[in-house]
């Protein structure tokens, strides 16, 4: 008679997966860079051109009201040029700049607002840079996909064994990032014009560009005992 070999009683089996969750979705918030400049001879009249042509910029951005959700200050300069040649400290000149950040929620004003700064004296311009919200339901719609992904696949591996889930013993967020769709951070465009044309020039034309929201999750489950 032969001994049959002993195996330990096993222990719950678990199953360990993996959920992602991606959507692309229209952009809630665009944001834009004005850098205001002035240079001259003279640091007052520098800085006298300089504090005009920043009252100008924030006062055009203003005019649009409700479809600016935040305008802020990001810094200001004024450099003096030293002379190219000659013994010393010879001074060329000065030179000054103000940058201005602005973010909008009202996209029909964005093309509309851009050409105008644009279109201002020493004015430069850069963006738009898409964006969602910080609160923006986007990213809850994208963890219930990744959520959902997971016990899918974990239902899915207990299947081919036979088995079930019986509980969740844990679910951790690996990540969530919202990326443009298309086109890495940062991408945008920059305009410099000075204002010299009567008449004002035909708004841009801009297409908002879709974000694309990615959130993991990694979750363990024990199963029931597989049918092997």
Known sequence: MTQQQQFPAP???????????????????????????????????????LTGRNAEAVALVKSYG??????????????????????GERLRGYQGWVRLSAELTDFTALGELVTRLADLEWTEVDGPWWALRPDSPAYAEARRLAVREAVRRAREYAA????????????????????????????????????????APAPLDLEPQLQQVAADVAARFVMSPPTL
Not at 15 to 44: F, K, N, Q, W
Not at 176 to 183: E, N, R, V
């Open 66 to 87: 409700d479809a600016v959700s935040k305008l802020e200050t990001g810094a200001l300069s004024i450099t003096p040029e030293q002379a190219k040649h000659g013994r």
């Open 11 to 49: 222990e719950a089996p678990q199953v360990t997966v993996r959920g992602e969750g991606r959507l692309e979705v229209e952009p809630e918030l665009a944001r834009i860079g004005v850098s205001v400049r002035a240079r001259g001879t003279g640091r007052d009249a520098v800085l006298a051109a």
């Open 160 to 199: 081919a064994l036979g088995g079930s889930l019986v509980a969740l013993l844990e679910l951790s967020d690996t990540g969530l990032d919202p990326m443009p769709f298309g086109q890495p951070r940062g991408g945008g465009m920059r305009m410099a014009f000075a204002a010299e044309a009567a008449d």
